[in-house]
């Protein structure tokens, strides 16, 4: 099924503390807001996590989805912080300004590692944009590697650029962001879990989902369409790797409308920073946001 072009789209972080990350990501990092969405209900696909109430989704990067790996930021307005696992190693941002603006620790010649307020780690090389822009690819931790390996390019399409008994290097084409595997003795996604998603042609959606039943792998969400108000319908389906790893594939033609830059998407979200009144909410009724 997998013959046609697949997107790397992006990855998903819960965040606690929306200012402080949106300082970390917009000021130090240089990032910038496509698009800030409000929800008064979970979503149907879990996107933001198994939780009910409001919530809001911001999607940010360095240039529109239909061109850049950019990041998911859900924020459940009664969760003030989530509990950290091992899995999620590393966003990968190749930037010469960046990398001599940031104060970090030096975990290779040329990389530095910082780390945004909620824990998650993003590793800055002074290099110029490759072929696939500023973000170059994601870190994750592997129990398995062959089995890793075999079940993100035999099932879901990809193609393995570089192997070694520590690490593989997956992806569509050298021209999309990467996910790259590190060999690790266990792999725990706690309650910070993320998700990376793919963007597939919808006719293409139903035989991914059979390819993955067939070969007796997890489907989390079968094929689902989910509804935005004012825009574009959008089918999802949703798997899991044998490390427990979220995989969201969507259908190209509705999430290219449903992404598009929103030039009022930073102003969006700062106007609801601004309102969030849900710790004073907390506060009023002798209690605190809770710990997921």
Not at 138 to 158: R, V, Y
Not at 244 to 261: A, H, P, W
Request: with cysteine; charged share 25%; net charge negative.
């Amino acid at each position: 099924w997998y013959q046609r072009r697949v997107r790397a789209l992006h990855w998903v972080f819960k965040i606690g503390n929306r200012p402080e990350t949106m300082d970390f990501l917009r000021n130090t990092l240089n990032m910038t807001v496509q698009r800030h969405e409000e929800f008064k209900e979970g979503c149907d696909a879990a996107c933001n996590g198994p939780y009910d109430g409001m919530w809001s989704k911001t999607m940010i990067g360095y240039g529109n989805e239909d061109e850049n790996f950019v990041l998911e930021l859900t924020y459940n307005y009664g969760i003030q912080s989530y509990k950290l696992g091992n899995d999620f190693l590393g966003l990968h941002i190749q930037d010469r300004e960046i990398y001599r603006k940031v104060e970090g620790e030096n975990v290779a010649e040329g990389v530095k590692k910082v780390t945004s307020s909620d824990g998650y780690a993003f590793l800055i090389s002074d290099a110029d944009s490759g072929p696939a822009g500023k973000v170059s690819g994601i870190s994750l931790a592997s129990t398995n590697l062959e089995k890793t390996t075999e079940f993100w390019c035999e099932i879901l399409g990809l193609t393995a650029f570089n192997t070694s008994s520590n690490e593989v290097t997956l992806g569509f084409d050298k021209s999309q962001a990467f996910v790259r595997f590190v060999k690790s003795d266990s792999v725990d996604h706690a309650t910070a879990y993320g998700r990376v998603a793919f963007a597939v042609p919808e006719e293409d959606l139903l035989g991914a989902q059979a390819a993955a039943e067939d070969a007796g792998h997890k489907v989390l969400t079968p094929m689902l369409t989910l509804k935005t108000e004012g825009k574009a319908d959008v089918s999802v389906v949703i798997f899991s790797d044998p490390d427990g790893y979220e995989i969201c594939f969507v259908g190209d033609k509705g999430f290219r409308d449903l992404s598009k830059v929103d030039p009022k998407g930073n102003q969006l979200l700062d106007d609801a920073m601004d309102k969030d009144k849900s710790s004073e909410w907390f506060a009023k009724k002798g209690k605190k946001k809770g710990s997921a």
